[in-house]
């Protein structure tokens, strides 16, 4: 039976930025066990004839050829960025923050 | 903060090195990996970007062939199965160098694995096998402001995405064992045998200084004799032939120090230091499954069709060991001349020297002694010093010529450094042409011979020996622009 435990949620909050208080973890490492007993009963279901899936479609080799199409001007690259500067994205520090 | 170290010999004689590398390299496609933005090295910042390498929603990456086909190369230049299928996967992470939160990269499924290579070093071929090599996409270029420069101390940081996207393989090592003393040397000659292996395949403009060739280097000590593993650091973005070399030396050195004081090494990530040669603490290592990898959902798996590798095989390039073998013979150099022009990366600048036109010993004269030392001292690799074979040969032409002695070709080769135009405009506006002129060379000889009247006596009793000291003299009034044996000749006229 695949059960989460309530420090494994604290960690993958943690990678995935999320802050969770006392509470939510308590909340939330149960509810995840959960969902994942749901789903591994699925693996139950199927049988050793049906492969894991990753892709809905059945296709492989969807490529294109090593052409430059135009890019956006850097104004438009840089429209969305909270702050710019020297025509670049300003990002807070780096390091303590880095994964 | 400074480190204890041990002594190379000591850590060498208590304990045994393990090293892998993984050597990053950025495809010359025109466009990017999963997009058609332009990947034009030094443009303008945030110039090649677009909604997909910028991680905008609801932009869909389509991969590109022409990247997908150099990997198999190298994969198969590298003695590599190539994967019959084989996912794209995403590495999670926060870090503002990828905008999307994830690099696409491969996981357990790398397009090459199992594969095998062989370095030289002093005489001695070393077998290298490859664990496996895998597509993936370069992350953006970040600048630290702050009053450091470098990350750590940085207020806050600048981001450009030009590079983002652009095709990377990562060719990794299964741990590198039995080299010894040997290991600074061959993890340096592996990086070089890599690079000269990939400009064979025209797969990537491996120019380490401008990044394009990454290299990351893993060390372990075991004791002497045990056959274990012992826990590795991950020395980041070592980017020369020569800090290779030297960031292996290091990290033995401290490890052996660790080691031998009783500790036990962090499995870490390291900073090279370029300017002080060290090591210093990054961070600890993340698990792999801190990546949280997942197959991409937005790109299908890539299935080459055998008869697909099987073409590409065909069209491989002469490997570098064979194309050593024959240029070696055809050349006619020694083993240690063959060995130093390998090493100081100028085999294919050699080559084509001579296809110019100029004679094997003096092209490799050019680029071994001299061109090599200039490179040397100003921190580049030879092949992007700024001079090319072409002048070289040319240079060398005028030499065989009698129009330049060797003295003033490196004056035109200075001037060739310092942008001045071709070799023939060089030497007419520094005006360094042989003087031919024999009433010049005439009257400075009688000049020398009249300033000497001493050495000039000697010669006139036989002592041929003392023309030296005229020649140097004759020498110095022509500033150098004399052929030495016409002038010892002519000396040896008037005195006889």
């Known amino acids: ?99 | 903060m400074t480190e204890t170290l041990l002594s190379f010999d000591d850590a060498l004689a208590a304990y045994d090195p393990a090293l892998g590398l993984e050597v990053h390299v950025e495809l010359n496609t025109a466009s990017k990996m999963f997009c058609g933005c332009a990947t034009e090295f030094g443009a303008e910042p945030n110039t090649q970007t677009c909604p997909t390498c910028l991680g905008l929603p609801g932009a869909m990456p389509v991969v590109n062939a022409t990247a997908v086909e150099s990997a198999i190369r190298i994969g198969l230049a590298l003695n590599c199965e190539i994967a019959e299928w084989c996912r794209f996967a995403r590495k999670n992470y926060f870090y503002p160098d990828m905008p999307k939160n994830f690099q696409t990269s491969q996981y357990d499924e790398p397009i090459a694995f199992d594969g095998w290579t062989e370095v030289e070093v002093d005489g001695e071929t070393y077998r290298i096998e490859i664990e496996r090599a895998h597509m993936e996409e370069d992350t953006g270029k970040s600048t630290h402001v702050g009053s450091t420069g470098r990350i750590h101390g940085a207020d806050y940081s600048l981001v450009d995405y030009n590079r983002a996207g652009i095709p990377l393989i990562e060719i990794v090592t299964k741990p590198i064992l039995g080299t010894g003393e040997k290991a600074p040397l061959v993890a340096r000659a592996y990086v070089a045998h890599l690079r000269e292996l990939l400009l064979g395949l025209g797969v990537s403009d491996v120019r380490m200084e401008q990044g394009s060739l990454r290299c990351d280097v893993n060390l372990s000590l075991a004791p002497a004799g045990s056959g274990t593993l012992g826990t590795r650091t991950e020395t980041k973005n070592v980017n020369s032939l020569r800090s290779v070399e030297r960031a292996v030396r290091f990290e033995v050195q401290r490890h052996a120090a660790v080691l031998s004081g009783g500790g036990s090494v962090l499995q870490e990530t390291r900073h090279w230091h370029e300017d002080t040669g060290i090591t210093t603490s990054g961070r600890e290592k993340s698990d792999a499954e801190d990546y949280r990898y997942f197959p991409e959902p937005d790109l299908v798996p890539v299935a080459p069709s055998r008869e697909w590798v099987e073409s590409l095989r065909a069209s491989l390039p002469e490997p570098p060991r064979e194309r050593r073998a024959r240029l070696q013979a055809a050349w006619g150099f020694s083993d240690l001349e063959m060995r130093d022009t390998v090493g100081a990366g100028a085999l294919s600048l050699v080559e084509e020297t001579i296809a110019a036109g100029a004679a094997p010993q003096a092209a490799r004269k050019w680029w071994l002694a001299d061109l090599a030392r200039r490179a040397n001292d100003t921190g580049v690799e030879l092949s992007a010093l700024g001079v090319t074979p072409a002048q070289v040969a040319e240079v060398q032409a005028l030499v065989d010529a009698g129009s330049l002695n060797d003295k003033l070709a490196r004056q035109v080769f200075d001037g060739l450094l310092a942008g001045e135009g071709t070799p023939a405009e060089i030497v007419a506006a520094r005006g360094l042409a042989i003087v031919s002129d024999e009433g010049a060379l005439g009257a400075a000889v009688d000049n020398a011979i009249a300033a000497n009247p001493d050495v000039a006596d000697k010669i006139r009793d036989g002592k041929v020996a003392a023309a030296g000291a005229l020649i140097g003299a004759v020498m110095k009034e022509m500033r150098g622009q004399a052929d030495a044996n016409r002038v010892r000749e002519l000396i040896l006229e008037k005195l006889s």
Not at chain 1, 20 to 43: F, G, K, R, Y
């Open chain 1, 1 to 99: 039976m695949p059960e989460i435990s309530r420090d494994e949620v604290a960690h993958l909050a943690d990678l995935a930025r999320i802050d969770l208080t006392a509470e939510e973890l308590d909340h939330l490492a149960p509810q995840l066990s959960v969902i994942l007993e749901s789903v591994a009963s699925i693996s139950g279901v199927a049988g050793a004839d049906v492969p894991p899936t990753s892709h809905a479609l059945p296709l492989t080799n969807v490529f294109r050829d090593d052409v430059v199409t135009p890019s956006l001007t850097p104004e438009q690259a840089l429209s969305g960025a909270p702050e710019v500067e020297s025509q670049r994205f300003s990002v807070p520090r780096i390091l303590g923050d880095e994964q």
